[in-house]
């Protein structure tokens, strides 16, 4: 009972801390990038984003696009709505496919 409490208090503290949540960001890439860029991400509204299309980002420049968006285009910028770390998060998951 006691290390329950623990690790809930952990888990409380690391979310508290901007510390990126997979479920919820693999979450927020299907439904909000999803709505845009399609739920398989091939592409809708906003272009293909799976790996072999963005390939020529490297990480930063990725996340640094999730964060600022696009300006004058209908790609928003995400950093009122999550972290860096978050951002980071996002671009490695992009890239690769992949839980990092
Ligand atoms: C409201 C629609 C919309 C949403 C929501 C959206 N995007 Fe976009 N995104 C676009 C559009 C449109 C473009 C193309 C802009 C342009 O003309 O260069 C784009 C471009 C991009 C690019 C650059 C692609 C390239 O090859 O140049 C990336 C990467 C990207 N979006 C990632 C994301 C991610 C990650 C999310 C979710 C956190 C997201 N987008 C949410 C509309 C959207």
Redesign the pocket.
């Known amino acids: 009972m006691r290390s329950l409490l623990v690790l809930l208090l952990v888990a409380g503290a690391a979310h508290a801390g901007g510390a990126p949540d997979p479920e919820a960001l693999e979450h927020?890439?299907k439904q909000?990038?999803g709505?845009?860029?399609g739920l398989t991400l091939k592409g809708g509204?906003?272009?293909d984003?799976r790996p072999e299309?963005?390939s020529h980002?490297d990480a930063e420049t990725?996340s640094e696009?999730?964060l600022d968006g696009?300006p004058g285009?209908?790609?928003?910028p995400?950093r009122p709505l999550m972290s860096e770390a978050e951002a980071a998060w996002?671009a490695e998951y992009?890239l690769t496919g992949e839980h990092p």
Do not use: E, K, N, Q
């Open positions: 927020l890439v909000d990038c709505s845009c860029h509204l906003g272009p984003i299309a963005i980002f990725l696009v999730v696009i285009t209908a790609m928003p995400w996002i992009l």
